[in-house]
C-alpha cells in the first residue's frame, strides 16, 4: 500500500539498516508487484481487505508465531506503528518477552471515521486507543498540532517525530516539458497537481468541484491527480475535463510530476502532517493547502504557501482562481517553500528518535528493577 505512513516506515527501515542497526519488520500480506521479491527483514501474517477501505489489509497475526520470531530476533525495543492487530501482537510479544515498547501514531482516526460516516465509534474507540497507547514508553506523533489533541485525549506520554524530505529525491532540477506535454499543455499553460492518496478523506471532491467552477477562467490550465485509491475508478468515469489522473508514479516519475507543476493543491484537511505539501515545496512547486492538522506545522500562509480554511470549497476556488492569475505571488510562495524543505533534512530527525529508541530501550532495566 502506498500512503504517507508507508513511505515514512519503508523510509526508517532504510535509515536504520545504513546506520548499521537490524530491523524486523512485521506486517500484512499485501500483493508484491509481478518479479519482486519480499524484502528479507519482513515477517507477514495472513490478512484481507479492510471493508471499509479495501486498499488496507487487515491482519490476522499468529500470536505465538510472532513471539517465537520475536524471541529469535532479540530486538532492544519494539516500535508498534498501527494500534490495530498486529500493533497489539507486537504489544503482546514485547510484554511476554520483557521488550520495552515505543508507539507512533499517525492517523487522526476522529476525522477519518467523520468523512466515513462512523463518528459515532471513536466514542468507545478512544478508550481502547488510550488503553493501547499506555503500554507505551512514550508514543511519538508527527506534529505538534496532532500531539495537542492526543493529550487532549488523555494521551499524556508524547512526543515529536517530525517529518523532512530528501532535496536529491525532490528538487526543481526535475522539472520536464515531456512530462508536461503529456497532458497538452504548451509552454506559459499551466499545470496545477495533487499527489496523494485518491480518497474521501482528502476532500479531492471539494477540488473537482473548484476546478469545474473555474472552466470558464482557467484557459488551458491542467488538472493532474497523481495517484491510486478508492476514489480511481469513479473519477475516471467522471471523465471531467481539464482533469488528468497518472495513476500510481514513483522514482524519476514522482519526482517529475511535482518539480514539473506550477500550482500543487492539497485540499486535505485530516492530515497529521502533510508529507506531500512539504514534497511539492522541495520540488519548487507554489503551495496551496488548507489551514487544518499537521500541515501548519510547516506550512504558513503567505510565505511559503496560501492557506484557506478547511471544508471551503468557495475558499479553495478563489484561492486556485487568484494563484492561478498571479504569477509574481506564486513565485514568492514557491522561493519560501525551498527554504522550508531545506531547513527540514531527514538526518537530525532520525537522530532524534534514534535518541528516543535510546532512552525507550534503557526502561528495560528500570521495568526489571520494579
Not at 510472532?66 to 525495543?77: E, G, Q
Not at 473548484?210 to 470558464?216: H, K, S, T, V, Y
Not at 484557459?219 to 497518472?246: F, S, Y
Request: glycine share 10%; charged share 20%; with cysteine.
Amino acid at each position: 500500500m502506498v500512503s504517507g505512513v508507508g513511505v515514512t516506515l519503508r523510509r526508517l527501515t532504510q535509515e536504520l539498516a545504513a546506520r548499521g542497526h537490524e530491523v524486523r519488520v512485521y506486517t500484512a500480506s499485501y500483493p508484491l508487484p509481478p518479479g519482486v521479491d519480499d524484502c528479507l527483514e519482513v515477517h507477514r501474517s495472513p490478512s484481507i481487505p479492510l471493508f471499509l477501505y479495501p486498499d488496507v489489509q487487515w491482519a490476522f497475526p499468529r500470536q505465538r508465531e510472532i513471539t517465537a520470531d520475536l524471541a529469535f530476533f532479540r530486538p532492544d525495543v519494539v516500535h508498534v506503528a498501527t494500534e490495530f492487530a498486529l500493533g497489539l501482537a507486537g504489544v503482546k510479544a514485547a510484554e511476554q518477552l520483557g521488550v520495552p515498547i515505543i508507539a507512533s501514531a499517525h492517523t487522526d482516526y476522529q476525522k477519518y471515521a467523520q468523512r466515513y460516516g462512523v463518528g459515532f465509534v471513536l466514542q468507545m474507540g478512544w478508550i481502547y486507543l488510550r488503553w493501547f497507547y499506555n503500554h507505551a514508553e512514550r508514543v511519538l506523533v508527527p506534529s505538534r498540532v496532532y500531539e495537542h489533541y492526543l493529550n487532549s485525549r488523555g494521551v499524556s506520554h508524547t512526543g515529536l517525530w517530525t517529518r523532512g524530505v530528501d532535496p536529491e529525491e525532490f528538487n526543481p532540477g526535475f522539472r520536464s516539458e515531456g512530462f508536461r506535454a503529456r497532458f497538452g499543455l504548451k509552454p506559459g499553460d499551466l499545470l496545477v497537481s495533487y499527489v496523494g492518496r485518491l480518497a474521501r478523506e482528502k476532500d479531492l471532491d471539494r477540488l473537482v468541484e473548484a476546478w469545474q467552477r473555474l472552466r470558464a477562467r482557467r484557459g488551458n490550465a491542467k488538472l493532474v491527480l497523481v495517484g491510486r485509491g478508492p476514489m480511481e475508478e469513479d473519477l475516471r468515469e467522471r471523465a471531467v475535463p481539464g482533469i488528468h489522473l497518472t495513476g500510481l508514479l514513483t522514482g524519476r516519475e514522482l519526482a517529475e510530476a511535482y518539480a514539473s507543476t506550477d500550482l500543487f493543491v492539497f485540499p486535505s484537511s485530516t492530515e497529521t502532517f502533510g508529507n506531500s505539501l512539504l514534497e511539492a515545496m522541495a520540488s519548487g512547486a507554489c503551495s496551496l493547502g488548507v489551514a487544518a492538522g499537521g500541515v501548519q506545522e510547516f506550512a504558513e500562509h503567505g510565505r511559503n504557501a496560501w492557506l484557506v480554511g478547511p471544508n471551503d470549497t468557495e475558499a479553495l476556488q478563489g484561492a486556485l482562481e487568484k494563484l492561478m492569475a498571479d504569477g509574481s505571488l506564486r513565485a514568492r510562495l514557491s522561493r519560501g517553500g525551498l527554504q522550508t524543505a531545506e531547513s527540514r533534512q531527514w538526518g537530525r530527525i532520525y537522530d532524534q528518535l534514534l535518541q528516543d529508541y535510546a532512552a525507550t530501550a534503557a526502561s528495560k532495566g528500570r521495568v526489571q528493577a520494579a
